[in-house]
């Protein structure tokens, strides 16, 4: 199954599974699809995938718990799928850990675009020969995903390793709340940035006096952030 992209589809409605599927093979894919929560995770531990479709509402355990479950021991892609008359707040689905997300009803050009997309950007990362980043008191791989900081590895889910990465990656140079998502979620975020905010005040509050070592995540007023190398 892993000489074609591997996607995991997740959804209780049988026609949309169906269309979907029929979708993503006609794109050279190969799908395996589940209706429930629990059948998802039971999937994704045997065969785990190159990204997964899930969609918010589901029997067994809702996409929110398996998107949280999964986060805890993998960073593949998902992509949320949910209905227009739920209740989806982009920014949990973002600070949870999702890749993107797409409202149904979805034409299929679209979801074919979004799913090539976010294979591009994740797949092109791994590709990426990386050694990892040192700085007085901090190293950072996103190869590992491990951060460690004066000596002790800090948990961190991976949107907020590759926030750090990426802005370390860059030192002293000012990136706005849009780039940041553009660069780190790989898509534009309409009309909220707050994702953004929010990480960057779980990375200070894990990087306490950073600022004795010489760098810190600094807020450029009315700008955005930068990694600042004194």
Not at 119 to 124: A, D, I, P, S, V
Not at 127 to 146: I, M, N, R
Not at 155 to 179: G, I
Request: aromatic share 10%; net charge negative; proline share 5%.
């Amino acid at each position: 199954m892993k000489d074609k992209p591997y996607i995991l589809l997740v959804d209780d409605d049988p026609n949309i599974r169906r269309l979907v599927q029929l979708y993503l093979e006609k794109e050279g894919f190969a799908v395996t699809c589940a209706d429930r929560g629990d059948d998802a995770l039971a999937e994704f531990r045997k065969l785990p995938p190159d990204l997964m479709l899930l969609d918010v509402m589901l029997p067994g355990m809702d996409g929110w718990q398996v998107l949280k479950a999964i986060r805890k021991t993998s960073a593949i892609p998902i992509i949320m799928l949910t209905a227009k008359d739920e209740t989806f707040d982009k920014v949990l689905g973002l600070e949870l850990g999702a890749d993107d997300y797409i409202t149904k009803p979805f034409d299929s050009k679209e979801l074919i675009a979004r799913v090539k997309a976010v294979l591009r950007r994740t797949q092109g990362a791994e590709e990426e020969k990386e050694e990892g980043l040192a700085f007085p008191g901090l190293t950072v791989s996103q190869t590992q995903y491990e951060v460690h900081f004066e000596g002790r590895k800090i948990e961190m889910p991976p949107k907020e390793l590759e926030v750090l990465y990426f802005l370390a990656s860059h030192p002293n140079q000012v990136f706005t709340r849009e780039q940041l998502l553009e660069q780190v979620w790989g898509f534009d975020f309409f009309g909220d940035s707050r994702t953004v905010d929010v990480h960057i005040k779980r990375l200070r509050e894990k990087l306490p006096g950073c600022e004795g070592y010489g760098w810190c995540l600094k807020t450029v007023w009315g700008v955005g952030y930068k990694f600042e190398v004194k």
